[in-house]
């Protein structure tokens, strides 16, 4: 009987200036099985997806955020230029207007839980792309 290697754990980018709300949304996002980078400002996240898109699956970001990217902004880039990252944006001051954000991408306002995270985060993955503790979830 052969048993196959467990695959990694996929990654999730982590995107907002405040240290503690990006730490909480990490650990969120770990407990749910992921790997997570992690960036204070849409400069930084899209220097670190040019370098590791290939193994993120799930960005996660603040929408105001100091540099040249609001989150807005840093999903739209997302969405075109790396198609296969699911996105979650999460603001407890801006409301996303039409046009705001890309097909497919989620709003969710702060104070967020981590069942509400887990919750879209297993809606929008596909179950190929979602860690062990999302798989299966009647969410």
């Known amino acids: 009987m ?5 695959a990694p754990a996929p ?4 995107v907002d200036d ?10 969120i996002l770990a407990d749910a099985g992921f790997r997570t980078f992690e960036a ?5 996240a899209i220097a670190l997806l040019e370098r590791e898109q290939a193994c993120i699956v799930l960005l996660f970001s603040d929408v105001q955020m100091p540099g040249t990217r609001n989150g807005f902004a840093l999903a739209r ?4 230029r790396w198609p296969h990252i699911s996105i979650v944006i999460a603001s407890g001051n801006v ?4 046009g705001d954000m890309p097909e497919g991408a989620r709003f969710i306002g702060k104070p ?11 809606e929008i993955l596909p179950d190929g792309r979602k860690p062990d503790p999302l798989k299966d979830r009647n969410c």
Request: no cysteine; charged share 25%.
């Open 2 to 6: 052969s048993t196959q290697p467990e």
């Open 11 to 14: 990654y999730a980018l982590v």
């Open 18 to 27: 405040d240290g503690l709300i990006r730490m909480d949304a990490a650990d």
């Open 40 to 44: 204070d400002d849409g400069d930084k």
């Open 77 to 80: 880039e997302t969405a075109a």
């Open 95 to 98: 409301a996303p207007e039409p």
């Open 112 to 122: 967020f839980s981590a069942a509400m995270v887990h919750q879209h985060v297993a």
